[in-house]
């Protein structure tokens, strides 16, 4: 508990413009996958398959995180080495205060570090977060909503689709995805989300994201990292 109340304190010094609002967009007209064309749908099939075959990636952006009464803004940088490991970093922009997570997604183990008292070890990472922080964070599934796709760890949900073909909006493990701005497709990189929100009601938790930058080529090792 002395744990939660440390950082709770240090969150309610996060400046509140963190995440800039925006003006609300013009009604998107969700399409079924069905409803779309056949070029259209190999079209993203071909983007799902790029994110597959690229599974280091990693981005920089800005975060406000609430779960019930806790909440905050944070500047993020998540790091993925592959499909298994991640790290991700949560910095206040006033304090600076850092807090670092870094997971394996296949066992759901993790370690929570800028805590008061050290580093803390935990056999699921979400429950770690959560005792921590009182947030709940889909860790699990973020890796793969974020590039815009079902997450292939869960059960399978259904997606509604923009008028460009591009996932629109994901329902998934009670949470739903809605894809807000993305950025083109640039080179031989496919279309990626810029903007998103992650909602799951039943748990009264959300999850908005502002990526200001995508890398996909190479990162550091988990081992360089924890040098």
């Avoid at 860790?139 to 923009?162: F, I, K, S």
């Avoid at 031989?188 to 080529?217: C, G, H, S, T, Y």
């Amino acid at each position: 508990m002395k744990y939660r109340l440390a950082l709770a304190a240090s969150l309610s010094l996060l400046m509140a413009g963190c995440l800039p609002t925006r003006p609300s967009p013009p009604p998107v007209t969700v399409v079924e996958a069905g409803d779309l064309s056949p070029e259209t749908r190999q079209a993203e099939a071909e983007r799902g398959q790029w994110l597959r075959t690229h599974p280091g990636w990693s981005f920089q952006g800005r975060a406000a995180i609430s779960s019930g009464r806790q909440g905050g803004n944070a500047r993020i940088d998540w790091r993925q080495w592959d499909d298994r490991n991640y790290m991700v970093e949560l910095i206040a922009p006033v304090t600076r205060q850092t807090w670092r997570l870094t997971g394996n997604a296949h066992d759901g183990s993790g370690r929570l570090e800028g805590m008061p008292g050290g580093p803390r070890d935990g056999e699921l990472a979400v429950v770690l977060l959560r005792q921590a922080t009182g947030w709940d964070i889909p860790l699990e599934l973020l890796p793969d909503w974020v590039r815009g796709m079902m997450a292939a760890a869960a059960q399978p949900g259904r997606v509604g689709y923009d008028a460009e073909g591009r996932p629109y909006r994901i329902r998934q493990m009670g949470w739903a995805v809605e894809f807000q701005e993305w950025y083109p497709a640039a080179g031989d990189r496919p279309a990626l989300p810029r903007r998103l929100e992650a909602r799951n009601e039943f748990i009264d938790a959300k999850v908005r994201l502002l990526i200001d930058q995508w890398n996909f080529q190479a990162v550091d090792s988990v081992s360089d990292e924890r040098e």
